[in-house]
Every structure is written in structure tokens, then in C-alpha cells.
């Protein structure tokens, strides 16, 4: 089945460590994204990338780093700069070409414990 | 800049009443697309709908219905005769069309459906 798979779905953190979050998917979609999703604050978009090698900083790109190296990944590090990373993150892929809404994983819940 | 704005944060209702989620959104585009997410307690957004600029009519599907306002700028949500399922949180949506689309979401909204 296509879809996109991100893992692991419950990640614990120490302070001071980076993580990094996989996101794969058979989809064959150009555009990838990371969403953070936090209480009362919606999505918001951390990083994302249309063709590979190649990807944007979206709204809250401070303290992440992404890579594009082949179609179906796009793994998202999270790094001890970021201050407040406990939080639920979110990949998605999409075809902007053909204005497709996007398919999304079912999410990594990172805790910094 | 594009936005989207779901100003109902949390909406809590009894089962089979009929609920509308708003969605205002603001954007400089002629051609764009909205969407409609469902985002059960499982945490994987689930698309419920696109509609793009040009098309105005109303959708329905099932209990659910839509409703497209260019001139108020809103894309408004109906469930009627709501069910226990249909608790989770609502994300409104909007991207631009072409190259450089990038959705961008509400805050959502979180239905709470009490039996």
C-alpha cells in the first residue's frame, strides 16, 4: 500500500541530544514537509523540500535540520539548540504540480525528558 | 502572506446535533486551493476535501457539507446530525496553486461529540 511512514511513532530525549525523526514514502510525491504541531497552535511548518537535494526553511526552522538525498525520505534532525522541542511532528508529501492535497504519516510524539 | 483562520477553538455538542466549523481565509492569490482535514485522537490528518478558487458550489458528501464564500473569503464546514466518531480536531487549509505551494493551516478546530 503507498503511503508514508514515519518513525518512530514515541520518542524519548535527553536534554542536550540531537534525534532524528524518519519520514519515508512510496508515493512518488515531488514535495515533502515537517509540520509541528504543539496545543492550541495548529501546524506549523519547520522545514520543507520539492525536488531533492534541495529544501526550504519554513516558519520555525530554528534548532532542526533536514536532508533531501533521495526521493522518498526526508528525516528531520532535531538538535540540542532547540529550546522547546517536546512537541508532536508531523511529515507530509504532496504533488504541488497537480495541486494535490497532502498525504500525511500518522506523526512522532519526541518528548525531551 | 497567506492565512487561515479557524476562530472556534473548541466546539462541544450533543450527538445527533448538526455543528458548522468556520474558516476564514486571507490571501493575495486569484488561483488557490482549500482543504479539509480531519485529525482523529490517532494523530494522522486525514483530507476531507479540496476545493480550488474557481469553484463556488456547495458539496455535499454524506453528512458532511461545505460551504465555499469568495466574497466573505470563508470555506465553512457542516456536519449534520453529528456522531460520536466525528470527534476530533478539524484543520481548514489553503495553498496556493502551482509551483511554490506550501499549505498553510488553521489551528484547528476540536469537536467534541458527547453521546
Known amino acids: 500500500d503507498g503511503g508514508i511512514t514515519q518513525s518512530p511513532k514515541y520518542l524519548f530525549r535527553k536534554e542536550g541530544q540531537n534525534v532524528t525523526l524518519s519520514c519515508e514514502q512510496n508515493?512518488?510525491?515531488?514535495?515533502m514537509y515537517w509540520y509541528r504541531q504543539d496545543p492550541g497552535q495548529g501546524l506549523r511548518l519547520i522545514y520543507y523540500?520539492?525536488?531533492?537535494?534541495?529544501?526550504q526553511k519554513g516558519d520555525i526552522a530554528e534548532g532542526y535540520s533536514v536532508s533531501r538525498e533521495k526521493k522518498e525520505s526526508f528525516p528531520l534532525t532535531v538538535t540540542s539548540a532547540q529550546k522547546n522541542p517536546t512537541a508532536f511532528y508531523l511529515c507530509?508529501?504532496?504533488?504541488?504540480?497537480?495541486?494535490?492535497?497532502?498525504?500525511f504519516g500518522q506523526g512522532t510524539r519526541l518528548t525531551v525528558v | 502572506a497567506q492565512k487561515v483562520t479557524q476562530a472556534q477553538t473548541e466546539i462541544s455538542v450533543v450527538e445527533k446535533e448538526d455543528v458548522t466549523l468556520d474558516c476564514v481565509y486571507e490571501t493575495r492569490d486569484t488561483t488557490y486551493y482549500l482543504f479539509w482535514y480531519k485529525q482523529p485522537p490517532s494523530g494522522e490528518l486525514v483530507f476531507l476535501i479540496r476545493r480550488n478558487s474557481f469553484d463556488e458550489q456547495n458539496e455535499i458528501s454524506g453528512r458532511y457539507s461545505w460551504n465555499f464564500q469568495k466574497s466573505t473569503s470563508s470555506f465553512n464546514f457542516t456536519i449534520t446530525a453529528s456522531q460520536v466518531v466525528d470527534s476530533a480536531v478539524y484543520f481548514c487549509?489553503?495553498?496556493?496553486?502551482?509551483?511554490?505551494?506550501?499549505?498553510?493551516f488553521g489551528r484547528g478546530t476540536s469537536l467534541i461529540v458527547h453521546p
Open positions: 507530509a508529501s504532496s504533488i504541488p504540480k497537480l495541486n494535490t492535497e497532502a498525504f
Open positions: 523540500s520539492q525536488i531533492v537535494n534541495d529544501f
Open positions: 508515493l512518488n510525491h515531488d514535495a
Open positions: 487549509a489553503l495553498s496556493k496553486s502551482g509551483g511554490s505551494y506550501i499549505p498553510t
